[in-house]
């Protein structure tokens, strides 16, 4: 047989040789002269653990290809094929045909030059490496297939199939290559870190990705897949484990992928896959190899981790409602304290690209943001992924929008995740991340950590920079955390904040708030769960009776202040526009517009009177304990200036008007499974301090996880 192989790389090149080996007539063409010029001086060898051979050959550049040809092969990679293409235009014979020896959906742009019914298309799975000038090494032997394109199997495909090594005829090539496509889409995956094809297929860590991958793909093929090599479309999950095998014993070790972007340095197919797929997942694994291209980034596990948290984002995030967008091969720095950190951002911080979205309907399709928060910044300079943007109670004031799901609950999708960083909660307690920022003006991270049994951090007012942030009260605002416990909090804050650890002698003497503890508005559940762990607590610390009545004078501040701030905030707009908001914040805000700025000012002042008494709190202890929430999640979240929102926020939003540090930590569950919190605090400005404390009560309470519903 007769054939010119355009493309004598790692694939072409090793079916070139077997084809001369065996007596064939081939011509091979390549575009880099020094692999021309070593075939022709040399010869073609193929060397590794399959065999190892020389054979003499002819090879030629593509401007001196003869003017005519009988039969042609493209093995360009896929986003050659348009140029390859052009090669053949008027130089195949009447009577000839191409074959594709490629990856990818190519079979159009060929037959878009040499016209329809002139193309063939195989299915190659052999691994190659194109190693240097005249030297392919043949890593193993796969599944070879030849067939038509529209199926059936003809004449040409047997006498194709006979010459070729290994090569079978098949009346369904395009399953074989949608089988491909899928399978490549994991090995695009994996080829964003440095891990082995072998390795990143067997990881526990990477199984939910790899198969929610190969799947998304296999859901867009027109046609039924076809297995090969172990992979089989329809046991994906019994697909992985053959896939290690069969890649561990090819000394192809890494993706031809890997290989060009980390080792040839040069394109990938990335622009083609993306073309020919859609998807989420294909899109965000693509979009990250276009990044490594760019000099962004480079291949690690830490773009991997990112892509596993992306599937999970949608898996499980995105039932809860907890998601808006998620950002792919989102900008940061190469390294830093946080690297490689997925963070997810609460929608009313500003994320450059992307608009600030508050909960509100019109802000979501409003203008994207132009530049970043003060605090996503850091994050990023951290070296941190700034990777989805999470649901709100619209402008954070404790209401949904009508047109705007609410956050749902981890541990019972029926319940709410509580507001207003409901998103942020939702998507840390369903395990898709392990820490999201949040904001909180009475309790808005404290009191989701609570119903989604994770850990929220509310600083010290001032100490996260607000510049960015949508502002709901000005003197009440904090940017925090909720992290899936305290460890990853503490990282987190202390990157965007600077601060270091703080060493302790001993462990932290603990004050008890008894008139809190012992509250009537506490569900029996909470009680008990909150007994039992100040129980287990005064086991192992130093434990004395707190006296927090200073606390409660000071809290009798808090609805002046929040009221008339956030009418100043939203006043135009609700004098304007009342029709971009949902009902109950429009009754909040205009109840807002009720207080007199006299009675602001005040209220202010009282406050600034009561803060020394309500620091008398802390006197002899190190932390306060103190219930987060009277109940566990209820099924939606009751707005702030109703009876039921004042009752959620009775022991949270005293410490938004002092300015203390906050922490909630998971601390039992009630009768129907849903996660109890305990709130911590502690002096101003003791925030290192409040965290060092939490980790030694954290280990203490040895909180016992469980499952989300949501998995």
Request: proline share 7%; hydrophobic share 45%.
């Amino acid at each position: 047989m007769q054939l010119t192989i355009i493309g004598a790389g790692a694939i072409g090149g090793t079916i070139g040789a077997h084809l001369i080996r065996d007596g064939h007539d081939i011509l091979l063409c390549d575009a880099d002269p020094a692999h021309v010029a070593a075939i022709n001086e040399r010869g073609l060898t193929i060397t590794g653990p399959v065999e190892n051979f020389t054979v003499p050959a002819r090879a030629v550049l593509p401007g001196d290809l003869p003017a005519s040809l009988s039969r042609a092969a493209i093995a360009v990679k896929s986003h050659h094929t348009a140029a390859a293409a052009e090669l053949l235009r008027g130089r195949l014979d009447p009577d000839g045909y191409v074959v594709s020896f490629q990856n990818g959906l190519t079979t159009a742009i060929l037959t878009a030059v040499v016209g329809p019914g002139r193309v063939l298309v195989s299915f190659v799975n052999f691994g190659a490496d194109w190693l240097e000038p005249g030297l392919i090494m043949q890593g193993n032997v796969g599944t070879f297939r030849v067939g038509e394109p529209g199926g059936g199997i003809t004449d040409r495909v047997l006498e194709l199939a006979d010459a070729l090594p290994y090569a079978q005829a098949t009346g369904n090539i395009m399953g074989f290559l949608w089988g491909k496509e899928a399978y490549g889409a994991m090995l695009y995956a994996g080829a964003v870190s440095d891990l082995s094809i072998a390795d990143s297929l067997e990881d526990p860590r990477w199984r939910p990705l790899m198969l929610a991958t190969a799947r998304e793909v296999l859901a867009q093929a027109p046609v039924r897949p076809e297995s090969f090599d172990g992979f089989d479309p329809a046991d994906l999950e019994g697909s992985l484990a053959r896939l290690v095998r069969f890649n561990r014993e090819s000394a192809k070790s890494h993706s031809g992928i890997y290989r060009d972007l980390m080792v040839r340095k040069r394109k990938t197919e990335v622009d083609d896959l993306l073309r020919d797929l859609k998807g989420p997942l294909t899109t965000y694994a693509g979009e990250l190899i276009r990044a490594i291209e760019r000099g962004e980034r480079t291949c690690e596990v830490a773009n991997l981790e990112l892509l596993a948290t992306c599937e999970r984002t949608l898996r499980l995030g995105q039932p809860l409602n907890a998601v808006v967008s998620v950002f792919p091969a989102p900008a940061r720095r190469p390294d830093g304290p946080l690297h490689g950190v997925p963070v997810a951002v609460k929608d009313m911080i500003d994320i450059a690209g992307h608009p600030r979205g508050n909960g509100n309907p019109h802000d979501m399709s409003a203008a994207p943001a132009a530049s970043d928060a003060a605090v996503v910044t850091a994050l990023r300079e951290a070296g941190a992924e700034v990777f989805a943007a999470t649901s709100l109670l619209e402008y954070a004031a404790g209401a949904v929008h009508p047109d705007v799901p609410e956050a749902r609950n981890p541990f019972g999708p029926g319940r709410t995740a509580g507001g207003s960083s409901g998103g942020s909660a939702a998507l840390v307690g369903a395990g898709a991340c392990d820490v999201a920022l949040g904001t909180d003006t009475g309790g808005s991270i404290r009191i989701p950590a609570h119903y989604c049994g994770i850990a929220g951090f509310k600083p010290s007012f001032g100490t996260i920079d607000v510049t960015g942030v949508q502002p709901l009260s000005p003197s009440l605002d904090h940017v925090g955390l909720l992290g899936a416990d305290v460890a990853i909090t503490t990282r987190v804050f202390a990157a965007v904040t600077g601060q270091g650890a703080v060493a302790r002698p001993g462990p932290p003497r603990l004050g008890v708030d008894r008139f809190r503890m012992e509250h009537p508005s506490l569900q029996p559940a909470v009680a008990a769960a909150l007994g039992a762990a100040v129980d287990r607590l005064g086991q192992a610390f130093p434990v004395a009776d707190a006296d927090g009545s200073g606390l409660t004078e000071i809290a009798g501040t808090f609805d002046d202040i929040l009221l008339w701030e956030a009418w100043q905030v939203h006043r135009d707009q609700v004098e304007h526009h009342p029709e971009r908001y949902g009902p109950e914040t429009l009754r909040l805000l205009r109840t807002g517009s009720t207080v007199t700025e006299d009675a602001y000012r005040a209220a202010l002042r009282r406050r600034e009177d009561l803060l020394p008494r309500a620091a008398e709190a802390y006197r002899d202890i190190d932390v306060l304990l103190t219930p987060a929430a009277p109940f566990t999640a209820p099924a939606t979240t009751p707005p702030v200036d109703t009876p039921e929102g004042e009752l959620e926020g009775l022991f949270t939003a005293v410490f938004n008007v002092t300015g203390d540090p906050a922490l909630v930590l998971p601390c039992g569950w009630d009768g129907d499974g849903l996660p109890i919190g305990i709130q911590l605090s502690a002096p101003r400005g003791a925030d290192m301090a409040l965290l060092a404390a939490a980790t030694w009560i954290e280990q203490t309470l040895a909180f016992g996880r469980r499952a989300p519903a949501v998995h």
